[in-house]
């Protein structure tokens, strides 16, 4: 069993560790069906963290590169 604020497959988990450490993201755990939970932007976008992706490496490449896409975001949240 996974203690809670943790994923079951570490290579999400290490990446959810990340990016709760950059403090522009919110990192949301709420089970519901396949997803485990997902993480907010500041500008209210979200990105869906699931479950049991097929491939978990994949998945962490694709939450990167969304992070990445709304780093802009985080840059003009600051500076407002």
Do not use: Y
């Not at 069993?1 to 993201?25: D, P, S, Y």
Request: with cysteine; proline share 2%.
């Amino acid at each position: 069993m996974v203690g809670k604020g943790r994923h079951q497959h570490n290579e999400i988990n290490a990446a959810l560790k990340a990016i709760r450490k950059i403090g522009w993201f919110t990192v949301v755990e709420s089970h519901n069906g396949h997803r485990w939970g997902w993480i907010e932007c500041v500008c209210g976008a979200r990105q869906s963290v699931w479950c049991t992706p097929r491939n978990p490496g994949n998945h962490v490449k694709r939450i990167f590169r969304w992070v990445d896409d709304h780093a802009e975001c985080a840059k003009n949240e600051e500076t407002s």
